[in-house]
């Protein structure tokens, strides 16, 4: 992919979980540099930047993915971790069905989703519902978290489990349910700047702001936990 | 044919073209784990995603033809108001994005749907359930066999039928005994064309149907979550599988599409 830089403007490739989407977009860029964003599941983005995929700096929405990009050696250093976030309930707003605790997923009249096996928040999911011993079998494993909060927001399903942040960017026609502390798991968000960046200087302007005061308030108004 | 001096630039262009789709399929061949192809083709998941692309494609054709070749029929025979409006649309799925497809199979057959709400007060729900796959794999496949089809009766000598109507055969028997027999090479290349084309049903399959292991997660679903999955030798297998078919069917359509081979 060609990295055009208009006006002395410079593209800093930013490849981020999906999760991230509203959250990122709010962090600043200083002058001479524009953070361009690719969003999906985290195991998506890896394997595009496995298959030699213009990035400068990759953030996932768990460890596991960002693992696997540093046993390929593809990243440029240590990932640092700069947010954590928490899973719950989604549901209709309003809540028609009822859905007031986990056991409640299980509910034969209940359709419940939830992200693929590979995506962090289809893992959480599935370790939130071991910790509350409750066995359900999700109707469709989505590509990523937000294509869960889109099928419920269409009817299509009644619950899943997702980022608290995915629920508040989400529009009126969904709600949270929350998770209790003993049973929710606390997702780590990583990030690093990759070999492939075109400047790593420019990858690590765009770690440093995000670590900044104000990039941290940026992720705290979206409902992210401070790293 | 005449033999033909090839300008430089046509023969460079031409070359570049042809390049273009060869290079991707040797990538995919040789890149292909062939000693552990067969240990990656019998693992559970393969085979469920493999049984249940048989089931659905071969559903979705069965599903054309008894809904499709009435539909050439008539597109073929009967003068009426609005027949070309009606043809675009049902051929439209053709050039539409299957996405798109899917997205308007969900509003008008999902819970909220225009006729799925309805559907759901007599206990039917199709999103997240293999009829869902058929329905996704027919809409994007059914044109295809309705157009090969329609092509075949315009084309056919109707006097064959008049015949056989002078001769006192019902409507009936003429359409069974005299047509079916004169248009089956279109009714065959017509049902592998859909066939191969709802076997590769991806875009309106995922959102329609969504994905989930032996339900509604097909042959091309299964290739790109393993792809991403970091499984991705699985992935070169399974799309390998994929392709097999695609040049198997090639070759069984080749008279149609490639001249005298």
Same mark, same amino acid.
């Given at each position: 992919?060609?990295?055009?830089?208009?006006?002395?403007?410079?593209?800093?490739?930013?490849?981020?979980?999906?999760?991230?989407?509203?959250?990122?977009?709010?962090?600043?860029?200083?002058?001479?540099?524009?953070?361009?964003?690719?969003?999906?599941?985290?195991?998506?983005?890896?394997?595009?930047?496995?298959?030699?995929?213009?990035?400068?700096?990759?953030?996932?929405?768990?460890?596991?993915?960002?693992?696997?990009?540093?046993?390929?050696?593809?990243?440029?250093?240590?990932?640092?971790?700069?947010?954590?976030?928490?899973?719950?309930?989604?549901?209709?707003?309003?809540?028609?069905?009822?859905?007031?605790?986990?056991?409640?997923?299980?509910?034969?009249?209940?359709?419940?989703?939830?992200?693929?096996?590979?995506?962090?928040?289809?893992?959480?999911?599935?370790?939130?519902?071991?910790?509350?011993?409750?066995?359900?079998?999700?109707?469709?494993?989505?590509?990523?978290?937000?294509?869960?909060?889109?099928?419920?927001?269409?009817?299509?399903?009644?619950?899943?489990?997702?980022?608290?942040?995915?629920?508040?960017?989400?529009?009126?026609?969904?709600?949270? $349910?929350?998770?209790?502390?003993?049973?929710?798991?606390?997702?780590?968000?990583?990030?690093?700047?990759?070999?492939?960046?075109?400047?790593?200087?420019?990858?690590?302007?765009?770690?440093?702001?995000?670590?900044?005061?104000?990039?941290?308030?940026?992720?705290?108004?979206?409902?992210?936990?401070?790293? | 044919?005449?033999?033909?001096?090839?300008?430089?630039?046509?023969?460079?262009?031409?070359?570049?073209?042809?390049?273009?789709?060869?290079?991707?399929?040797?990538?995919?061949?040789?890149?292909?784990?062939?000693?552990?192809?067969?240990?990656?083709?019998?693992?559970?998941?393969?085979?469920?995603?493999?049984?249940?692309?048989?089931?659905?494609?071969?559903?979705?054709?069965?599903?054309?033809?008894?809904?499709?070749?009435?539909?050439?029929?008539?597109?073929?025979?009967?003068?009426?108001?609005?027949?070309?409006?009606?043809?675009?649309?049902?051929?439209?799925?053709?050039?539409?994005?299957?996405?798109?497809?899917?997205?308007?199979?969900?509003?008008?057959?999902?819970?909220?749907?225009?006729?799925?709400?309805?559907?759901?007060?007599?206990?039917?729900?199709?999103?997240?359930?293999?009829?869902?796959?058929?329905?996704?794999?027919?809409?994007?496949?059914?044109?295809?066999?309705?157009?090969?089809?329609?092509?075949?009766?315009?084309?056919?000598?109707?006097?064959?039928?008049?015949?056989?109507?002078?001769?006192?055969?019902?409507?009936?028997?003429?359409?069974?005994?005299?047509?079916?027999?004169?248009?089956?090479?279109?009714?065959?290349?017509?049902?592998?064309?859909?066939?191969?084309?709802?076997?590769?049903?991806?875009?309106?399959?995922?959102?329609?149907?969504?994905?989930?292991?032996?339900?509604?997660?097909?042959?091309?679903?299964?290739?790109?979550?393993?792809?991403?999955?970091?499984?991705?030798?699985?992935?070169?297998?399974?799309?390998?599988?994929?392709?097999?078919?695609?040049?198997? $069917?090639?070759?069984?359509?080749?008279?149609?599409?490639?001249?005298?081979?």
């Amino acid at each position: 992919m060609a990295n055009p830089s208009v006006g002395g403007v410079h593209p800093v490739h930013v490849f981020a979980a999906a999760s991230l989407t509203e959250a990122f977009k709010a962090v600043p860029a200083p002058a001479g540099l524009v953070w361009t964003y690719n969003f999906a599941g985290s195991p998506t983005l890896v394997t595009q930047i496995e298959n030699g995929a213009q990035a400068d700096v990759f953030a996932s929405a768990d460890t596991a993915n960002m693992d696997r990009l540093e046993k390929d050696g593809l990243l440029a250093e240590t990932p640092r971790v700069f947010a954590h976030n928490k899973l719950e309930m989604v549901v209709s707003a309003g809540n028609p069905k009822g859905i007031h605790s986990l056991a409640d997923l299980a509910r034969s009249d209940i359709v419940y989703i939830s992200a693929g096996p590979t995506v962090p928040a289809g893992r959480y999911a599935s370790q939130i519902l071991a910790r509350a011993g409750v066995t359900v079998t999700p109707k469709s494993l989505e590509t990523d978290v937000r294509s869960v909060v889109g099928k419920i927001e269409l009817g299509e399903a009644d619950a899943g489990i997702v980022y608290v942040t995915d629920v508040a960017a989400s529009g009126v026609k969904v709600q949270g $349910v929350p998770i209790p502390d003993s049973e929710n798991v606390v997702a780590t968000y990583p990030v690093a700047a990759l070999k492939s960046a075109s400047n790593p200087a420019w990858a690590e302007a765009f770690i440093g702001d995000l670590l900044s005061a104000q990039g941290q308030a940026a992720l705290h108004r979206y409902g992210f936990l401070p790293a | 044919m005449r033999r033909e001096r090839v300008p430089v630039p046509v023969a460079v262009l031409a070359a570049a073209g042809a390049a273009f789709f060869v290079l991707p399929l040797a990538g995919l061949i040789v890149r292909t784990p062939w000693s552990d192809a067969g240990r990656e083709l019998i693992t559970p998941a393969s085979l469920d995603a493999l049984r249940l692309s048989l089931v659905a494609s071969l559903s979705a054709t069965v599903v054309a033809m008894v809904l499709g070749v009435p539909l050439a029929w008539i597109y073929a025979r009967v003068e009426f108001p609005g027949r070309g409006l009606v043809r675009a649309l049902t051929t439209l799925p053709m050039v539409l994005p299957p996405v798109v497809g899917g997205v308007a199979l969900l509003l008008a057959f999902g819970r909220r749907g225009l006729i799925g709400s309805w559907l759901v007060s007599i206990g039917v729900t199709l999103p997240f359930t293999t009829a869902a796959v058929v329905m996704a794999e027919t809409f994007v496949a059914m044109p295809f066999l309705v157009l090969t089809v329609e092509a075949g009766l315009r084309s056919m000598d109707r006097r064959y039928e008049d015949a056989a109507r002078t001769l006192g055969a019902g409507r009936w028997t003429v359409f069974w005994r005299v047509t079916v027999p004169l248009i089956a090479p279109s009714l065959a290349a017509g049902a592998v064309l859909c066939w191969a084309r709802a076997l590769g049903e991806f875009g309106a399959t995922i959102t329609f149907a969504g994905n989930f292991p032996g339900v509604t997660q097909t042959m091309p679903l299964a290739i790109y979550l393993l792809l991403e999955s970091g499984d991705q030798q699985a992935s070169f297998v399974l799309s390998l599988v994929l392709l097999a078919i695609s040049v198997a $069917v090639l070759a069984g359509l080749r008279h149609r599409w490639l001249g005298t081979a």
